[in-house]
Each structure stands twice: as structure tokens, then as C-alpha cells.
């Protein structure tokens, strides 16, 4: 059928593109009885593994049913996790590390999938691009969920969509034809096809009833939606009344059901059932399906049933069923009887209903958790329970329905029935949902609150409330956060020895931000503790700053570098293991802060793709990334996406007060200013990084290391007022810490506040010395360039030519081409012999999506991988085809990567 020859071709190009690594996703969509289910059958072939599922409305509540029954196809079994975050981490990295032969998940049904399904399913959809992978799903347009998904992924140019068109007229008439035996005289062809409205399987049924001699003359009269129906209601004639009974009872358990809980949800008797069922499957109703279950012969056959039956008749055969289900204890199948028949008040079913929730949020099934924890909460009204509510509460939290969180938690703490204890932990969870929701200052009353209604009676609450209150405040005031810290510390008596480590940790990192160095000693501690503990590891890193974090964080601002590598690859490995993505996609950037300031600028790149690749997963990390990508994009010289990257960041982390991300994108923003020669924009940006540290506390001046380059600013703008105040400061902090670059930015600042030439060249000396010492080689070629313009300022070309070749050789081979630039131009004026740069050698954003174009990816995929617009990589990549006079065909087919 031509009209089916579509859709084939469309998947059957998406298989040709998965052998060749560049997986992605088809979704056929179109009313029941179109032929989804017949294409879906027709994927096979030499060389593929396919994973198999079906979705179904009973089924629908069932965690991860359908993805687990498509992943089990490939052998990809395991991937449980105890959130929504670390299974999807899990599966797509197990998908994205596939060897075998190029794999498809062949769905059918999609609609009917479980909400968990789909929100897995939207997350690998996006990741398909670098993968053997595809995914070929039917569905129709309700429930709208699984729609909506395809057309959003379509959107993001990561997946195709086809609509099964009806069957034409000439292509009606061979169904009938093939399906009667005999060609049938035009007018009777016209009258199906319109009837019928070109649906297949109506054609088919209606070419048996011909057959059979039955009569549909009458039927012509009829509107078409109501010819349709009568049409399929024509298979019911002839069945008996406990034919129908079973029926009916089947329509309500789905698509497919076990006959023996039809016949007695029916109450039919054994005998009877048998009968019925034989004569539903004489009269082509059902049809034998697999593990001892019968299925309708259509959708179509099983919607009339339950669309007939009276509102009444439907709730109570919901109820019949949710007790039979609930005595042969299938609670995952009757809790979606309670709330289909809508069993407001029964303790019963709210029991069901909250356990089948509690047992889906352990597993991660946030969105089938909070449908049927939600669904307790309201069946059982003013009665619901504590215990449910703070299910009901943390699953809310889970899915990002943070305020609806903080209603529902702040009401139970605040009931009079709620006991102590109870309320308290309810007025915790309601202060971590309200800083979630961008509410701080209720977060702040809520977890304050949580402190005092615990008191001693429940101290691991209190200690937990204030660590999470140190926490998040520290992200707003720095070192200011350090007296709740000081507090939960000074609670630690007699709690559990994981959080008093956290605490301990939390304590001297806030400690060290101040610039105390017993407080990194205080984390080096914490840290050591399970440094030979992978059970303890895995609990640590739960929490973004546990204390192997906090350790990893810290020694890279103490310049402990070899032991700060050791510290990031063993927590990074923990939060693999453990699937903690939130931690996992602050570690990815973290680190690629460590890698920038030793050099590594090119694993620096690659380490924040890693954070961006789960930042849907991680969405309260996305500003933090952000933030710090900018500085690697400046360094490479993407300068249009590194302002990108900073005005995103300051929408939202302006709003929120997260001094954290806004001081290092002001630090980014005023180095660019500076390199430009806009000294007043630098000055400004200076003037805010300066304010803010000092007013948070912010005295590790290693954290964002400004000081050098403000001191640049001011001395040419002429405040050497504020120059001379950073070089106090840098010299009473490098007194009592470890780390070096203090001490060479406040020899810099003495070089450039000096009037005698050589008090300054002694001081560029002393830099340069103790550049030596540590491993900083971008911060070199920065001292390199500043020294060696002094240098020629002061007539000695010749002095400042080797420093400057060697700032511009060391910068270059890193790939810091916005140093390199600058260091050459320096070369330039001291009459050295400048590099040309090839016309033809692309930047680094041309290149990163000239390689993406390469492997086959759409521009709508490469958009996405590199978080930038769609029109942003067209002008890319017109740019790489004049560069490299290529075509987008032959970059594709000759692998051209720069």
C-alpha cells in the first residue's frame, strides 16, 4: 500500500543511519486500525538486535514497564537506581558504550506507556546522535503524553515523525479485493472506503461481514463516525449474554487480560468462563496472546466495550477489580483500578495506592510515584496520614513541582495533629523544596523552624536542617554561612557517624573559603576517613557537598594539585557507581576548573561536555555549568558563545543571589574587558568582585583569582588606591596559606605600583620565580605578557621577545588561542616575528561543530549538543565550508574533523 510505503522508507533510513552510528528515532502515529502495529512487526533483519515492547493502559502505572521490557530485548537489564536521574545516566551510558550490533527498540503502543517510560525515553532521544541506537515506536494521538514527546523531539531535530495516512480509494479496493476474494463493483468499494473512512482494519472487518453475507446497505445512510461504529459493534451480534459479561469485565482489566480474572470479575462460574471465552475467540473478539492471556483482535473492539458501559457500571467493575487484583497481590494493577474508580474514602485503596507509590519512588519512578502517592493524598482526603504526606512531599520535590512541595509540607508541619518529630522533618523538607522553588527566604524560616521543633528530641533533624541551611546560604554569603555550620557541628553528639563527616567536611570547607587553613585540614580529614570505604563513598556522594567533594573542591583552590587529581577521579568514580547525577554534573565542571588551571584546557573542554550532556538530568547544576564554561570558551577565544554563557547565567543567578555563579562570570567578563582595553567595563567588573568577596567573606583569593588582573585595570586607569589595597590583602592572606598564586599576583601588583623600573622588574623576577614552583602555566604566560610589555615599554625588545615567544608557544599549544592572540600581539609590537594564522584555520566553535556535522549529526542535534541556536551553527557552518571549501555531503563522507 502506498500510503504505508512512507513510513517504511522513513524507518528503514533511520536503521541505515543507526549502523552507521548515528542512532535516532522514528515515531509513526495515526488512529487504531491504520497498520502502526503491521510496520512496527515489519522491523528485522540480518545484523540488528531488537528489543521489543508494548504499551497498555492497565499496565500504564507499572515503573519503567515499557522501557524495561524494550531494554530487556538488548541484554541491557540493571539499570536500576534510586532516582529518575541515575537510571537514565545509567541506561544511556550503557547505550552510548553499545558494541553489539546496531540495536532498535521496537515499540508499539507508546501512548499506553508508563509516564517513567516516556521520561526516559525523552531523555535518551536527545542522545541518540553518537549511537548505534534507534527507537521505532506506534501510537496513537491519546493519551496526548507520548505525542507530545515525538513532536518535541522532532522539533529538536532528534527524531522523524509520520502520520499513517487512510488508504486511498484505489488501495481500499485491492484490501477488499485480497481480503473477499473477488473483486468487488465499484459503488459497494466507494461505499467502504467512505464508510470506513480508509482505516484498514475496518476495511478488513467489513469485507468479513461481506463474506459472510451479512447486509451493510443500511449502514450508508448512516453519519460515518456512526457507521463505523455500528460497523464494529456488528462483531458483537451473536454473542451471548455471558460473552459479552467476560467482555465487558475484559474491556475494564485492557487490552489484554488473564481470562480467569475476567470470568470472575464477571461472575461467571468456571465452566461459563471457559465457554465465553471459547466463543470471543470463535467470533474473532480476542485472540491467544502471550503468558496465559488473551488480547483483543483491535484497540477499537476494547474502547467500544468501555466507552458503552454506563459511569456507574465502569466505577464499580474498577472496584471488583481492584479487590480481586488486590487478593492475588498484584498491587501495581489494582492501585490503577482505585484511582480509575475513583475510591475516595476506602483505606483499602489509599493503602495501595501509597505503597505502590512508596515502592516506585525507591526505584526512581518519580513520575509513577508522585501519580499514585498524589492520587492516595486525595482519595483519602482529610484523613491522609503523616507518613503520606511526606511521600507525597519528596515525590513532588523529585519531578520539580517544588511548590505544590512546599504547600503540602509547610501545611503538615504546621497541623496541630502532626506530632514533633513529624513536624519537624516536614518543615526540613518544606526549606529544601522552597530553596528548589527559588523561594529562599522561606526556605530559610522553614528550615529555622525545623531546628526549633526538633530541638533534642530529634537531633539528627536539627543537625540536618542546619547542615542544608549552611549549605545553601553559602552559595549566596560565602563564609557568612559559617555560624549554622558552627551550630550543626556543635550538635553532632550521638548522630549518625555519615553525617557528622558531612557536617565536619561542610564545616571546614566554609571555614576555608574564609581563608582559614584549619579548615581545609578540617576537610582533608573528613575526606581521608572513607578514602578506602566504597560503601561509605557511595552514601557520601548523595549530596552534592559531601566530603569527598568538598575535598576535591578544596585542595584545587590550595594548589595541592596531583592529590586534588586523585581526589576528583576517586569521587567522580563514586558518583558514577552510585548514579548521583546532581553531584556527578558539578564534579564534571569542577573539574574542568582544575584542568584550565593546570593547563589542560582541552580535557577542561571535555569535562564540562560531560556536565552538559546530563544537565537535564541535573537542572539545578545548568547555571553553575554555565558559569563555569565560560571560562574555557574565553580562553579558546569563542567569544560570542563565552558572552552567551555569562548573560545566561546572570538572568537567573541574579534573580536567585547566587554570588557563586555571578562572581565567575564577572571574573570572565571583566579578563575579556581588560584584554580588550575596555578599562572601565574591566574596572566595573573588578569593582563588583571585589565588593561582593569581601562582603560574603569570600577570602580564599585562589577561589576566583581576580586580584591580579583588577590590579592591571586600576593601575592603568589610575585608582592606585584600590590597587594598593588588593596587594594588602594578597600579602596578609598568602601569610597563612599554602597556595602560590597569591603571593605572584601581590609581587605583580608591587611591579606595577613601583615608580623605580627596577623595583618592578625585581618583582616580575620574584613572579616569574615562583611561577616555578607551581604547576599554573596559563597564569604564567599572563605574568609572561605583562612583564614582557613593561619590557618593550621600557626600550628593552630584546629582553621581551623570548618571554613573550614562550607565552604565545605555551598558550598555542594548549589551544588557549585567546592568549596566544594576545601574546603575539605583544611579539608584534616588540618587533618579533608573529605566526601568521592560516585565513583557512577555523575557531574553536566552527571546529567543535564542523566534527559534530561530520559524524552526521542534524543541525538541530548539534544546536542541542552545543547549547547554542540553530541559526548559530548555519553560520558556523557556512563559514567551515568557505574555510575548507567543502560541501556539508563531502565533510560528511570524507570524515573531514579540523
Known amino acids: 500500500m502506498r500510503e504505508r510505503n512512507v513510513a517504511a522508507e522513513v524507518i528503514r533510513e533511520r536503521l541505515v543511519e543507526a549502523r552507521a552510528g548515528r542512532g535516532g528515532a522514528v515515531f509513526v502515529h495515526g488512529d487504531a486500525g491504520m497498520g502502526k502495529s503491521w510496520l512496527l512487526g515489519q522491523v528485522a533483519g540480518d545484523g540488528l538486535r531488537i528489543g521489543r515492547a508494548y504499551g497498555s493502559p492497565i499496565a500504564s502505572g507499572v515503573p519503567f514497564d515499557v522501557m524495561t521490557q524494550a531494554l530487556s530485548g538488548l541484554g541491557v537489564d540493571g539499570m536500576s537506581a534510586d532516582t529518575m536521574a541515575g537510571r537514565c545516566y545509567r541506561v544511556w551510558h550503557a547505550l552510548r558504550s553499545w558494541s553489539g550490533d546496531p540495536a532498535v527498540l521496537v515499540i508499539d503502543d507508546l501512548h499506553w506507556a508508563d509516564a517513567d517510560s516516556l521520561t526516559l525515553l525523552a531523555f535518551l532521544g536527545r542522545r541518540l546522535g553518537a549511537c548505534r541506537v534507534a527507537v521505532v515506536a506506534g501510537l496513537r494521538a491519546w493519551p496526548p503524553a507520548a ?238 496520614g503523616p507518613g503520606l504526606s511526606l511521600a507525597t512531599g519528596r515525590a513532588l520535590m523529585a519531578v520539580g513541582r517544588a511548590g505544590e512541595a512546599v504547600a503540602m509540607l509547610g501545611a503538615l508541619s504546621r497541623h496541630d495533629a502532626t506530632d514533633t518529630a513529624t513536624a519537624a522533618q516536614a518543615a526540613w523538607m518544606a526549606g529544601r523544596a522552597g530553596y528548589q522553588a527559588g523561594d529562599h527566604r522561606q526556605a530559610e524560616r522553614d528550615l529555622a523552624r525545623a531546628v526549633d521543633l526538633a530541638g533534642d528530641r530529634a537531633p539528627a533533624i536539627a543537625v540536618e536542617a542546619l547542615l542544608d541551611h549552611a549549605n545553601f546560604q553559602h552559595l549566596t554569603d560565602g563564609s557568612r554561612a559559617l555560624p549554622l555550620a558552627a551550630r550543626a557541628l556543635a550538635r553532632c553528639a550521638g548522630v549518625d557517624p555519615a553525617l557528622r563527616r558531612r557536617v565536619t567536611s561542610m564545616h571546614g570547607y566554609i571555614a576555608f573559603l574564609g581563608a582559614d587553613l584549619a579548615g581545609l585540614e578540617e576537610v582533608t580529614r573528613a575526606a581521608r576517613e572513607i578514602e578506602d570505604d566504597p560503601a561509605a563513598q557511595l552514601a557520601d556522594v548523595q549530596g552534592t557537598w559531601g566530603a569527598l567533594s568538598n575535598h576535591a573542591f578544596s585542595t584545587k583552590w590550595a594548589e595541592r594539585f596531583t592529590e586534588c587529581e586523585m581526589a576528583f577521579a576517586r569521587v567522580i568514580a563514586a558518583a558514577e557507581r552510585a548514579g548521583a547525577i546532581g553531584t556527578l554534573s558539578m564534579l564534571y565542571t569542577s ?225 588557549a588561542r585567546w592568549l596566544a592572540d594576545r601574546a603575539h600581539e605583544e611579539l608584534r609590537r616588540a618587533d618579533g616575528r608573529r605566526r601568521t594564522t592560516d585565513p583557512r584555520a577555523l575557531t574553536p566553535a566552527e571546529a567543535r561543530t564542523a566534527t559534530l556535522a561530520a559524524k552526521g549529526l542534524t543541525n538541530a542535534e548539534i544546536a542541542e549538543r552545543l547549547s547554542v541556536t540553530v541559526r548559530t551553527v548555519e553560520t558556523h557552518l557556512s563559514r567551515v565550508y568557505t574555510k575548507l571549501r567543502v560541501s556539508r555531503r563531502e565533510l560528511i563522507l570524507r570524515g573531514l574533523t579540523p
Not at 212 to 240: M, N, Q
Not at 305 to 321: C, G, K, N, Q, V
Not at 658 to 687: H, M
Not at 745 to 767: N, Q
Open 147 to 384: 505525542l507530545d514527546l515525538a513532536r518535541d523531539l522532532e522539533e529538536s531535530g532528534c527524531a522523524r515523525t509520520v502520520e499513517l495516512e487512510p488508504l486511498s480509494e484505489p488501495s481500499s479496493a485491492a484490501l477488499l479485493t485480497r481480503r473477499s476474494g473477488h473483486e468487488l463493483p465499484a459503488e459497494t468499494v466507494r461505499t467502504l472506503w467512505t464508510m470506513c473512512a480508509g482505516n484498514p482494519l475496518l476495511l478488513e472487518h467489513a469485507a468479513g461481514l461481506l463474506t459472510a453475507g451479512a447486509d451493510l446497505g443500511r449502514l450508508e445512510l448512516r453519519p460515518p463516525d456512526v457507521a463505523r461504529r455500528e460497523l464494529l459493534v456488528r462483531r458483537f451480534i451473536g454473542a451471548t449474554p455471558e460473552q459479552m459479561r467476560c467482555a465487558r469485565a475484559g474491556s475494564v482489566l485492557g487490552l489484554s487480560f488473564e481470562p480467569r480474572i475476567a470470568v470472575e470479575l464477571a461472575g461467571l462460574d468456571h465452566d461459563e468462563g471457559d465457554e465465553a471465552v471459547a466463543g470471543l475467540q470463535t467470533g474473532r473478539l480476542v485472540r491467544e496472546a502471550s503468558g496465559d492471556r488473551v488480547e483483543y483482535v483491535h484497540p477499537l473492539f476494547q474502547q467500544i466495550l468501555y466507552d458503552e458501559m454506563p459511569t456507574s457500571t465502569r466505577s464499580l467493575l474498577h472496584t471488583r477489580a481492584f479487590d480481586l487484583l488486590t487478593r492475588r497481590g498484584c498491587r501495581a494493577e489494582a492501585a490503577e483500578h482505585a484511582l480509575r474508580g475513583n475510591m475516595a474514602g476506602d483505606r483499602r485503596a489509599v493503602a495501595v495506592l501509597e505503597r505502590v507509590g512508596r515502592d516506585a519512588l525507591a526505584v526512581g519512578a518519580t513520575e509513577t510515584a508522585v501519580r499514585y502517592l498524589a492520587g492516595a493524598h486525595r482519595l483519602a482526603g482529610d484523613h491522609a
Open 591 to 815: 573539574r574542568s576548573e582544575f584542568l584550565m588551571r593546570v593547563g589542560r584546557l582541552r580535557e577542561a573542554v571535555a569535562s564540562v561536555e560531560q556536565a552538559r550532556a546530563v544537565k537535564d538530568l541535573a537542572p539545578m547544576s545548568e547555571r553553575y555549568v554555565a558559569a563555569m564554561e565560560s571560562w574555557p570558551l574565553l580562553l579558546s577565544g569563542d567569544l560570542e558563545e563565552c558572552e552567551r554563557r555569562c548573560a545566561q547565567v546572570e538572568r537567573s543567578a541574579s534573580r536567585l543571589s547566587d554570588v557563586g555563579s555571578l562572581i565567575a562570570i564577572w571574573y570572565v567578563r571583566g579578563r575579556r574587558a581588560l584584554g580588550e582595553g575596555d578599562l572601565v567595563t574591566a574596572c566595573a567588573q573588578f569593582d563588583l568582585l571585589d565588593e561582593t568577596t569581601r562582603r560574603v567573606g569570600i577570602l580564599e583569593p585562589c577561589l576566583v583569582p581576580f586580584a591580579r588582573d583588577a590590579m592591571v585595570a586600576y593601575t592603568r586607569i589610575g585608582r592606585r588606591d584600590r590597587a594598593e589595597r588588593l596587594v594588602a590583602r594578597l600579602e596578609e592572606v598568602s601569610a597563612r596559606l599554602p597556595c602560590v598564586w597569591p603571593r605572584i599576583a601581590a609581587a605583580t601588583g608591587r611591579a606595577l605600583l613601583a615608580d623605580d623600573p627596577s623595583v618592578t622588574e625585581a618583582e616580575f623576577e620574584t613572579a616569574l620565580a615562583l611561577h616555578d614552583t607551581t604547576d599554573q602555566p596559563f597564569e604564567k604566560v599572563e605574568t609572561q605578557i605583562l612583564y614582557g610589555a613593561w619590557l618593550r615599554r621600557t626600550g628593552r625588545p630584546a629582553r621581551a621577545r623570548p618571554l613573550l615567544t614562550d607565552a604565545a608557544a605555551t598558550a598555542a599549544r594548549a589551544g
